[in-house]
């Protein structure tokens, strides 16, 4: 423990010898923030406009149906990255599939919540303001053919919020037990 009385072991006053550290004084270091480095591989989220995110969703629409539905591997998240890219030619620089996949993550997302958000008011007085739920709605209700499935009837019921209800449409008894 140290003394009050006795004199400080660090002087208060620096030097005025000792030359500043170039940080305060280069200014292209100054500017780099202290949790900055070079090996970080963390980038900002990119900034999206609607004809970027609605060429996402449609690009999307396409590979999701010509897969029957099923998850995209890598491979087509490049295609479509690549049909983004096609679709908004003059925009620097152009997405790549790990942010396509991410924004599409987040959109179905949000539309999960819409969803929610519809079925706790009366379903003809539910109206999204969100600018996208059309095109989200039209990606789960129709089927790769262009037709509409047997869930968008009765409001929206999308395969990958709700996969219990094929099998209670279909009066397989789900919940119910035969004796």
Request: net charge positive.
């Amino acid at each position: 423990m140290s003394d009050p009385d006795s004199p400080p072991t660090h002087d208060p006053i620096p030097d005025r010898d000792q030359p500043e550290p170039a940080s305060a004084t280069d200014p292209k270091i100054a500017s780099v923030p202290a949790t900055a480095s070079k090996s970080s591989r963390r980038l900002p989220p990119p900034c999206w406009s609607l004809e970027e995110t609605t060429a996402l969703i449609d690009g999307y629409r396409d590979k999701w149906h010509a897969l029957g539905r099923g998850n995209l591997k890598a491979n087509h998240w490049e295609e479509v990255a690549e049909a983004v890219a096609a679709a908004c030619p003059g925009v620097a620089p152009r997405k790549t599939a790990v942010q396509c996949r991410h924004k599409m993550e987040k959109l179905r997302q949000r539309y999960r919540a819409e969803i929610q958000r519809a079925r706790s008011v009366p379903v003809a007085r539910f109206v999204s303001s969100w600018v996208h739920y059309k095109r989200m709605e039209a990606m789960e209700i129709t089927k790769p053919d262009g037709e509409e499935n047997q869930f968008s009837g009765g409001g929206p019921t999308p395969r990958f919020f709700n996969r219990n209800a094929a099998a209670a449409a279909a009066g397989s008894g789900f919940g119910y037990r035969r004796v």
